[in-house]
């Protein structure tokens, strides 16, 4: 999947990283990739439908919460995972900010990008969840994220997915079908 292979070179960028609470992790999918990267993972989620299913697949641990709220002491996770989670959230910028208040090193970011023919595809599609979404391109959601960081942020790195074609399928064009990023945190801060 070109979603997740973008998401692990971020997950890479911090190599000393041993655990990550993912925001909004519906049935954990995310979260048990990433404890199967080798990360100590714990999702959160608001829906407690989620989290029975999350629990029934197995794998790392759950918590209720709500990613505008959460119940996590400031830097308690190396790292805080937002994936396809911005676009459904009632407050993305307060989850943005509940996120850098839980992570020490850094986040990492995977939203549906605006700019892209799949987005408008679902936009178009009439199907409920696509309607309530918010789609963000690369440029808004790396200024939303400096934003929710404010000195704390060091340096933020987007690329999007594209087709796979030799050598090319992950590149910094606006355009491709979903975006990913991470954030470095400055930790004295």
Same mark, same amino acid.
């Not at 971020?10 to 048990?32: K, N, Q, Y």
């Not at 805080?80 to 208040?101: G, H, K, N, S, Y």
């Not at 690329?159 to 930790?187: C, K, N, Q, S, Y």
């Given at each position: 999947?070109?979603?997740?292979?973008?998401?692990?070179?971020?997950?890479?960028?911090?190599?000393?990283?041993? *655990?990550?609470?993912?925001?909004? *992790?519906?049935?954990?999918?995310?979260?048990?990739?990433?404890?199967?990267? #080798?990360?100590?993972?714990? #999702?959160?989620?608001?829906?407690?439908?989620?989290?029975?299913?999350?629990?029934?697949?197995?794998?790392?641990?759950?918590?209720? #919460?709500?990613?505008?709220?959460?119940?996590?002491?400031?830097?308690?996770?190396?790292?805080?995972?937002?994936?396809?989670?911005?676009?459904?959230?009632?407050?993305?910028?307060?989850?943005?900010?509940?996120?850098?208040?839980?992570?020490?090193?850094?986040?990492?970011?995977?939203?549906?990008?605006? *700019?892209?023919?799949?987005?408008?595809?679902?936009?178009?599609?009439?199907?409920?969840?696509?309607?309530?979404?918010?789609?963000?391109?690369?440029?808004?959601?790396?200024?939303?994220?400096?934003?929710?960081?404010?000195?704390?942020?060091?340096?933020?790195?987007?690329?999007?997915?594209?087709?796979?074609?030799?050598?090319?399928?992950?590149?910094?064009?606006?355009?491709?079908?979903?975006?990913?990023?991470?954030?470095?945190?400055?930790?004295?801060?």
């Amino acid at each position: 999947m070109l979603e997740k292979a973008l998401l692990g070179r971020f997950l890479d960028r911090f190599p000393a990283a041993r *655990c990550v609470v993912e925001l909004s *992790c519906g049935t954990g999918h995310f979260t048990r990739w990433m404890a199967g990267r #080798g990360l100590d993972a714990v #999702g959160v989620d608001i829906s407690v439908p989620m989290l029975d299913e999350a629990l029934r697949l197995g794998g790392p641990r759950y918590l209720a #919460g709500d990613a505008a709220s959460l119940p996590i002491r400031d830097r308690a996770f190396d790292l805080a995972a937002l994936i396809a989670t911005l676009e459904f959230v009632a407050d993305p910028a307060r989850a943005l900010a509940q996120a850098v208040r839980v992570a020490r090193r850094g986040l990492v970011v995977g939203a549906l990008n605006r *700019c892209s023919l799949l987005a408008l595809r679902r936009r178009l599609s009439g199907k409920a969840m696509w309607q309530c979404a918010r789609f963000f391109g690369p440029w808004a959601l790396a200024r939303m994220v400096r934003a929710a960081a404010g000195p704390r942020v060091r340096q933020v790195v987007w690329r999007t997915t594209l087709w796979p074609l030799p050598g090319v399928r992950h590149l910094p064009l606006p355009w491709g079908g979903f975006i990913g990023m991470a954030m470095h945190l400055d930790e004295e801060l």
